[in-house]
């Protein structure tokens, strides 16, 4: 807490961060952790947090690097089995827990960092970084609030950076204000297919709760089309790269992907065959979700006339 609050190497104050973030939710996740056990951590990370999110010597570009969480795929990685809704559950528990116990001093930094003008400079750059990291804590601690934050983000916003951030807090929140940015971003954008694409891959990387329901709508959009690699990855990868979505208890995310590869797989095979990947890591989630996603690679592996891009990988999988 000592070092992550004060060390005055970065990288040093970034490690020290990391480790006692990464150290506190892999033991919640295992279990190892009481109620009593749990909220000392989370106020030992938040001394530190109230630290970087307050110190007046660290530039805005470190401290919004400091305030970035490590992500589910890398907590998973960190154990042998891992249970992606567990690790999500205890995640998004200490955001939410961060947003309420730091709301003023977030609050008060976002408010700085707005009014800091546009330009390329490293300030203008650092304060638009930790614009929307502030965000993204309000957003899990006081939703209802960061959604009028994240509102006003968007309609005031001069670049691309504070609109998309803004955006991407707001895909992950339950409220109107979601629809009507998404209608305007898209509208805004339309015909430009870099940016549509970054508007299918913000819907469905999203935390909201009824990801599923959205990709399915999604891919029935009239700008989504199978026939191109880069609008599929948008909107498929983004989704296959979203634990809580892609791990749902009932199987449907890996369902969802095994039917994309098997559909992709005639039109684009090295396409298809990069979506393999997440279902292979089957070994390495607890046993009901590992026999799910074993069961959608052996229903690909059944595919008559599979390719042999995707035969390889599907496969090596399961061998």
């Keep these: 807490v ?3 609050a004060r ?15 990464v150290q506190h939710l892999v033991a919640a996740s295992q279990g190892a952790l009481d109620a009593a056990a749990r909220e000392t951590g989370r106020k030992a990370i938040g001394a530190a947090y109230r630290a970087i999110v307050t110190d007046p010597a660290l530039d805005d570009l470190m401290r919004g690097e400091l305030m970035i969480l490590p992500s589910e795929t890398y907590l998973a990685e960190r154990l042998a089995v891992a249970d992606p809704g567990v690790i999500h559950a205890e995640r998004e528990g200490l955001k939410a827990w ?3 116990a730091l709301a003023a001093q ?3 930094l976002h ?5 800091v003008p546009y330009s390329l400079e490293p300030a203008a750059r650092g304060a638009r970084k930790v614009k929307t990291q502030a965000l993204v804590l309000l957003a899990a601690g006081q939703p209802e609030a960061a959604a009028g934050r994240a509102a006003a983000q968007y309609d005031g916003a001069t670049n691309m950076t504070d ?9 992950g929140l339950d409220t109107p204000l979601r629809a009507a940015k998404l209608a305007d971003f898209h509208a805004r954008y339309a015909g430009n297919a870099l940016v549509i694409d970054k508007w299918f891959s913000l819907q469905s990387g999203s935390l909201h709760p009824d990801v599923l329901t959205q990709v399915k709508a999604l891919a029935a959009h009239g700008d989504f089309t199978m026939q191109n690699p880069n609008r599929v990855r948008a909107l498929y990868m983004g ?3 979203n634990p809580p979505a892609f791990h749902d208890p009932s199987g449907e995310g890996y369902r969802m992907i095994g039917d994309l590869i098997l ?5 684009n095979a090295q396409t298809a065959a990069r979506f393999v990947p997440p279902l292979g890591r089957w070994r390495r989630v607890e046993p009901v979700r590992s026999a799910l996603m074993k069961a959608q690679l052996e229903r690909i592996l059944a595919q008559p006339g599979l390719s042999r891009d995707t035969y390889e990988q599907v496969s090596r999988s399961l061998g």
């Design 239 to 241: 989704f296959a790269v």
């Design 263 to 267: 559909a992709l797989d005639p039109i």
């Design 98 to 100: 961060l947003g309420r």
């Design 111 to 115: 408010d700085r960092a707005s009014a």
């Design 2 to 4: 000592f070092l992550a």
């Design 163 to 171: 609109r998309q951030g803004a955006l991407m807090v707001l895909c």
């Design 106 to 108: 977030l609050a008060e």
């Design 7 to 21: 060390d005055d190497d970065p990288f040093a104050r970034y490690e020290a961060m990391q480790s006692l973030i």
